[in-house]
């Protein structure tokens, strides 16, 4: 079910806009224009909403979420957050920095989990808080009261190499956690898990979504995975195609 | 250890550990050299200084020259009739080889000269003027195992000891004094000096202290064209021994500290592109540029601390060897050099921190999303 909504660039962005995230006839290209990512993808996204985007690889499915989470910035287009412009607007429109918003809304779960090899799990989970100005006391109580939420309390002192890959997916999941985005980003959060691992991320990304009304948008390539979703968007070349 | 910016950043410096350690042997060696060199080089200059203080030193006349190593003796006449001037004693200085092994310094005096009062004389006598007559500072003649009656050759002549002293100077505790005639037939400088040390009469009533000694200066300047008055301090900071030493410690040290400053900015620049991906995943957390920037800098200056401890520690061991040697012992001080040391882990950051610059700059730029496609 995907959306269009409105004109890119427009001045009064977002007034009255029924999404959280929006993103405006975007186009994304690399290598001067000779390989089009995105050509053209209008969509919005409800706050509270669980958004499903598929589709084969090169789809620009990945490219869509790197836009929507302001980790890139269309080549043509606006992606809006709450009505402002993410990464800058070229009217005085209000905006909002990618940094700031990384920092302050989003949150990225990995399909490979990257955590940092030198820290625990407890520690990882702090990580986006370093160097925030947040007392170290505050960020260790908010990562443990995470990590034991979702059911890492044996393994908070666990380097990831001690860790199982579900349970790396989970100290994941916390790491975006802890700085309690309004959206939660995540891109193939499931393909370097078993099936049962699997399941169980899904539930708890699901019960995430659910108990913090936190925005869910998540690409994959597994259709039955999808249907656990709220909404399904599927992509083709660069197009939504559904 | 409790997880903060900085033990993150040493925690990331201390995944390779064996790059980290040759790095540390890099920065440290850098460090220890520059710490040993201008340590041994300063000691050298403070040695120069406590010789004149203790003497009561006031002005040393030398050549304008800059290698001024030869004044006429006749301008001793021409010193002590300027009225600021109270005594004026010539003086030889030179390095003669004792033994193959080593070289020290050794001074021709005159056996009344004022310089003698800062001298303690701990076995025999002072020598007589025109006799084949020695004294030699304790250090040396422990070193070399001499004592009062024993003979030693200097070029060739022998020397009577007549006496061992004790100075609170390295330059001469280490050093031998002949009668300044003997001293200048060895160096063949007959009728000539090193230099005139002069000891100045009290300033008058009225007349500071500093305005007296620029009066002597320039009259020595006016009587004696072509030599110049040099106040003792900047006498042991200027003359052209120290000033040469300074020159060859800093010169080779800066070529150390430039190898230092390579090695970490290699290995930052390693573990910049080793970490691609992390610092994008930094990124995709909300840290901004100024935020990799700034962990990547702190852990090139927590490796520069890190070198820069363990070369302060090298080249004061260093330097303790070398105060201890007989070959160096009557340059070098084995004083602590506080300031030296400070300056060479102050160094040592600084070289981190510019050499990781760029690499801290570089890791800044990287976009969130290719520094995650990063293989």
Redesign the interface.
Known sequence: MSSETGRPGVGTAGAGSPWILEVRDVKKSYEGGRIEALRGVSLGVAKGDFLAITGASGSGKSTLLHLLGGLDTPTEGSVLFRGEYLGGASDGAACITLDAYRARFAGFIFQSFHLLPSLNAMENVQVPMLGSGAHHANREEKARALLVELGLEQRLRQYPTQLSAGERQRVAIARALVNEPRVLLADEPTGNLDSVNSAKILELLAQVQERYGTTLIMVTHDLDIAATAHRHVAMRDGRICD | M????VS?AW??V??RRLRTALTLCGIGMGIGAFVTLVGFSRSFEHAWLEMYENAGTDLAVVQKTFLNTSVDQSAGDVLRRIPQIEIAAPMVINMMAVTPEVNTLVYGWKADTFEFSALNILQGRRFRDGQQEAMLGELLADSLNKKVGDTIDLQGSTFTVVGIFRSGSALETGAIILPLDEMQNLSSMTGKVTAYHVKLKPAPAGVSQAQWQKEAEDAVEKDLPGLRAVPAAQRAANNQLVLLAHAAAWGTSLIALLVAALGIANTMAMSVFERT??IG?????????G?VM??ILIEAAALGAAGGGAGVLLGWGALRILGALPQTASIASTTLPVQTLLEGLLMAILVGVLAGSVPAWRGAQL???EA?RHE
């Open positions: 409790r997880l903060s910016f993150f925690r990331n201390w995944r991906k992390e995943v930094l990124r995709a957390m909300g840290w901004s540029r935020r700034t962990l976009s969130p999303v995650l």
